[in-house]
């Protein structure tokens, strides 16, 4: 992978240099710009990212807003539409653009650009940028995935959560974008929602818990003006999903926590929903209605690797009140972590893949831990949801893998359809990532095969912060624990603490 980008400067281009950058393959950018008057220029400045990449389509976001934090809410923008134009092209001096455009940010929606770009080739890099006035954006780097089908022999790509701003510099994020990967998950609490300061200088906008449309705006302003974050972005295509703290801790569908009125909750819901999707590069058409989104969604990779997104939030049964490992309400059947219509797609997406690996990126362990009771956010609080999900691991999925964060530390395990047979075999595998800052710097312990009691659990690491890479070929899967030296400072170096692997065929966690 090349060096990253200088996706950070700012370009005012002039009628001469817009000529110079017309493309002979499309119609290029006019020589004078679209007007937009009143607009104050670095708009620019939450950066670019791209999104959900299929084999011929790519989603291209951006968002103006030239005082992003203003506390409005509005980014210093007018309340009214501009026009923002983009181009995507085969290389990073866009003397070959294949796709341009225009597309209306709306005040309705913070100004942001969900640019859905179709007609590209299958399994090729791209460069893309927007122009807004005479300003033009920071340079992306993006991919689309390999054709349906399409022999594919190799796929790299990291996961990450939790990226708590007042607790840590985002050194993870600035490794992260030098990682020469095909494309990067989030697995959720992208914000947090809380009003924390922290004691790094990095405390929470606005400085009190988040509610209202402008409260949640500005936070989210604040993250993306990370220039790490946005270099990470920049980078490679992600795949996001939401875990709690983009809404409330530990909300379960129409449940919050502490118990608040419905009304009031699903009011609450609906304007994070909004500004969740206004700000990722999710596609248009994914946009909520009230407090209702449909996030989980399936990716696939050429023969290599199908993905399933999960969504294990907005449709799960209220977490259960019991805490002891034989909690009875944990057992019930009729409760379930994804709900009919989510399970039911899960379940025949694994069963009808031909994909070599298939993967599912959600939020919450899916492994028993014993040793800490009973973790009723956690699948064990879902008990016949999770073992519906490994009899269909057991039965009808090649190669189950599944990548998780959420809980602030690293494991590595197998997945088991009896937790109670020590001997049971595998069934799947499971990584957990640990925190890219929640947290701050912890005191970093480190044990493999931690507990006799439970082979399944191969790898615990507490105290360190960081992300996963995963690089999948056809014979096997290895993932990398990458961990920072620290993330209360604002550089640090990388290095990978543990490696696992997964052969094709042979379900469970290996040294690697």
Not at 458 to 481: A, C, H, I, P, W
Not at 486 to 493: D, K
Request: with cysteine; proline share 7%.
């Amino acid at each position: 992978m090349t060096s990253p980008l200088d996706r950070r400067r700012f370009f005012v281009l002039g009628g001469g240099t817009a000529a110079a950058l017309a493309s002979t393959q499309v119609p290029a950018w006019a020589a004078k710009p679209i007007r937009n008057v009143g607009i104050p220029r670095e708009p620019f400045r939450l950066g670019v990212a791209s999104g959900d990449p299929l084999p011929d389509r790519v989603v291209l976001w951006t968002r103006l807003a030239p005082e992003p934090l203003a506390l409005d809410g509005r980014g210093g923008m007018p309340d009214r539409q501009i026009p923002v134009q983009w181009q995507i092209a085969h290389d990073e001096s866009f003397k070959h653009v294949v796709r341009a455009g225009t597309e209306m940010a709306e005040p309705a929606s913070a100004h942001t650009v969900h640019a859905d770009v179709a007609g590209l080739e299958p399994g090729r890099w791209y460069y893309y940028r927007f122009r807004c006035g005479s300003s033009l954006s920071p340079v992306g780097r993006t991919r689309t995935a390999p054709a349906p089908g399409a022999a594919v022999d190799q796929l790299a790509f990291a996961f990450a959560s939790c990226q708590n701003y007042p607790a840590g510099y985002y050194t993870s994020h600035a490794n992260l974008a030098n990682e020469d990967l095909d494309v990067a998950f989030h697995l959720g609490d992208y914000i947090y929602e809380g009003g924390g300061q922290g004691g790094l200088g990095r405390g929470h906008l606005p400085s009190h818990e988040i509610r209202s449309l402008a409260d949640y705006r500005v936070r989210h302003a604040q993250y993306r003006g990370d220039g790490n974050l946005q270099d990470a972005h920049a980078a490679f295509p992600w795949i996001v999903t939401w875990d709690d703290h983009e809404v409330e801790n530990n909300w379960a569908d129409e449940e919050s926590d502490p118990d608040t009125a419905r009304e009031e909750f699903l009011k609450r819901r609906a304007t994070a929903f909004q500004v969740y999707w206004e700000h990722m590069p999710i596609r248009a058409g994914r946009r909520p209605t009230g407090p209702d989104m449909t996030l989980h969604r399936g990716f696939t990779f050429g023969d290599l690797a199908s993905f399933n997104v999960l969504d294990t939030r907005q449709y799960r049964s209220d977490q259960p009140a019991c805490r002891d490992a034989d909690c009875a309400e944990a057992f019930d059947p009729k409760r379930t972590m994804l709900g009919d219509e989510q399970e039911a797609w899960l379940h025949g997406r694994l069963r009808g893949s031909s994909s070599k690996w298939n993967v599912l990126a959600q939020q919450v362990p899916m492994f028993e831990d014993p040793n800490v009771g009973l973790p009723a956010d956690k699948w064990e609080g879902y008990r016949a949801s999770r073992q519906r999900l490994m009899d269909v691991f057991a039965t009808a999925t090649r190669n189950p893998v599944v990548v998780t964060g959420d809980v602030h530390r690293n494991f590595a395990a197998d997945l088991k359809t009896d937790w109670d047979d020590a001997d049971a075999p595998a069934v799947g595998s499971e990584f957990v990532g640990t925190s890219m800052s929640s947290g701050g710097d912890g005191r970093s312990a480190t044990k493999h095969n931690p507990d006799p009691d439970n082979p399944h659990i191969k790898f615990e690491n507490t105290g360190d912060r960081g992300y996963v890479r995963v690089k999948l070929s056809r014979s096997e899967l290895r993932s990398d624990y990458r961990v920072v030296d620290t993330v209360e400072r604002p550089e640090s170096g990388v290095r990978t603490l543990a490696s696992f692997a997964v052969e094709a065929g042979n379900p469970g966690v290996q040294r690697a």
